[in-house]
C-alpha cells in the first residue's frame, strides 16, 4: 500500500483545512486508516483513526469536534488553532497489524 498526504498549507486561526490522502496498491485490505500529525519538539500525536469495516471513529481529545475523518481517508480540519501546527501524516494498517503504511506528510500551520 503506498500512501500520500496533499492539502496541507498556512491558514488563519479558525480557518479550515482538508487534507487528502490518496492510496495505491492492496487498499482493499486496508482495516483502518489514521492521521498523525508532529509539531517540532514534540512526540507524533495519533489525531484520528477510522475503521473501515465498520466506519467508526476515534479522535484526540485535543482535535474532537473540530476534526472529521472519513472513508475517503481525508481529514477535516476546521476551527484550526496555532497548537495544530504540525507536519501531518495518513497512515494505514491492516486488522491486528501496526500501522506500517505511511504517507509523506503534508505541513500545516496555523497562525494567530
Known amino acids: 500500500v503506498q500512501l500520500q498526504a496533499s492539502g496541507g498549507g498556512l491558514v488563519q486561526a479558525g480557518g479550515s483545512l482538508r487534507l487528502s490522502c490518496a492510496a495505491s496498491?492492496?487498499?482493499?485490505?486496508?482495516?483502518?486508516v489514521a492521521w498523525f500529525r508532529q509539531a517540532p519538539g514534540k512526540e507524533r500525536e495519533n489525531v484520528a483513526t477510522?475503521?473501515?469495516t465498520t466506519s467508526s471513529t476515534v479522535y484526540a481529545d485535543s482535535v474532537r469536534g473540530r476534526f472529521t475523518i472519513s472513508r475517503d481517508r481525508a481529514l477535516q480540519m476546521n476551527r484550526l488553532e496555532p497548537e495544530d501546527t504540525a507536519v501531518y501524516y495518513c497512515?494505514?494498517?491492516?486488522?491486528?497489524?501496526?500501522?506500517?503504511?505511511w504517507g509523506r506528510g503534508t505541513q500545516v500551520t496555523v497562525s494567530s
Open positions: 496498491g492492496d487498499t482493499y485490505h486496508i482495516y483502518a
Open positions: 477510522i475503521y473501515m
Open positions: 497512515a494505514a494498517r491492516h486488522a491486528g497489524g501496526t500501522f506500517r503504511y
